[in-house]
């Protein structure tokens, strides 16, 4: 069965970094799309990035952007999010996704991680 484990959520303050990891067990890495989405309280989850391992090709939703950097390790099927200069309204759980389509949407996920929460204070 395949297992999607988040790690590395916590509590820091504006302007402050995060770096979220997603091991992957039981998947063929390269076969899927990789990526993040997170869900602040009260509100709809949504996409944050994703990356294609083989290409490299990575997106990001626009209020990440400069800010997120998505990144892979292969050899240990592991996912990254470097996340700097946080804001209070990144504030929500992170969730890992994989994708077995050509791009990671919520309809288009086949596994989900449960979550890592993530508050940034102002």
């Known amino acids: 069965q395949v297992q999607l484990t988040e790690s590395g959520g916590g509590s820091v303050q504006a302007g402050g970094s995060l770096r979220l990891s997603c091991s992957a067990s039981r998947i063929t890495f390269d076969s899927y799309v990789l990526g993040w989405f997170r869900q602040a309280p009260g509100k709809e989850r949504e996409f944050v990035a994703s990356?294609?391992?083989?290409?490299?090709?990575?997106y990001y939703t626009d209020a990440a952007k400069g800010r997120f950097t998505i990144s892979t390790d292969g050899t240990k099927n592991l996912v990254f999010l470097q996340m700097n200069n946080l804001k209070p309204e990144d504030t929500g759980v992170y969730y890992c996704a994989a994708s077995g389509s050509a791009y990671l949407i919520q309809s288009s996920v086949n596994y989900w991680g449960e979550g890592t929460l993530v508050t940034v204070s102002s």
């Open positions: 990356i294609v391992r083989v290409s490299g090709s990575a």
